[in-house]
């Protein structure tokens, strides 16, 4: 009696008939701002959301967007310290304010006066060493080695030498240019005796010059031919 009593609970919850009631299965829905659960009748569960790459970040170029740089001053300095910092020399900086090297990097007078005298001395050795190049009394041009002992009288040997050097340039100019003044005549006297003259050249230019003149007619008087009209004093 007493094991009947102790299986009664078993026999009870044996013979309870099931639930009808099902479990009906949960799905995952997404939609356009996030995801969340419920029971789905749908198609099934949706793929989840692929988020875009960010692109390269570009910092802005105006300057009004950046944050103004902070500045770290530290203690302030004392009367000594911001005078030992004039004169101290550091890496790669201008030196310190009433040095030498100071005035010598920033006096714009002395820069002139050096660039200057650099562009004189260079066009004065150019111009000497044409000038013994070319000049044909090179050989009475003093020695250098007696410039020390006595330089006025070789400064003064130069200058006679270099005279003599113009002179001689002035008259080769003058004879070239008496040579081809004659080639003109000569060109025009066997254009006019073979009968080739057809006037005036190309803007008036002829061998004949202002002051030329022509015989006349008659008792062999002679008149001056007008001057030639010229513009922009060329033609």
């Known amino acids: 009696m007493s094991t009947h009593h102790h299986l009664r609970p078993i026999i009870r919850l044996i013979r309870r008939p099931l639930s009808t009631k099902t479990i009906k299965p949960t799905t995952t829905t997404t939609t356009g701002t996030g995801t969340g659960t419920g029971t789905g009748t749908g198609t099934g569960p949706r793929a989840p959301p692929v988020l875009e790459k960010p692109t390269k970040f570009n910092p802005p170029s105006h300057g009004a967007r950046r944050p103004a740089p902070r500045a770290y001053p530290g203690p302030p300095l004392s009367a000594k310290e911001k005078a030992t910092q004039q004169t101290k020399k550091y890496p790669n900086m201008m030196p310190g304010e009433g040095t030498f090297m100071r005035w010598f990097l920033t006096n714009r007078g002395l820069h002139v006066y050096i660039t200057l005298s650099t562009l004189f001395l260079l066009a004065t050795f150019t111009f000497l060493t044409n000038f013994h190049r070319t000049t044909p009394f ?72 202002e002051d030329a003149v022509e015989p006349g007619s008659g008792d062999g008087e002679v008149k001056k031919r007008p001057p030639v009209k010229k513009w922009l004093g060329i033609w």
Request: glycine share 8%; proline share 6%; hydrophobic share 35%.
């Open 138 to 209: 090179a050989h009475l041009l003093p020695p250098l080695s007696t410039f020390p002992a006595s330089p006025l009288s070789f400064i003064s040997a130069y200058i006679e030498v270099f005279k003599l050097h113009t002179a001689h340039e002035s008259a080769q100019t003058a004879e070239r240019r008496r040579q081809k003044v004659e080639d003109v005549q000569k060109r025009s006297q066997f254009r006019k005796a073979h009968g080739l003259d057809g006037g005036e050249g190309f803007g008036g230019w002829t061998a004949r010059t």
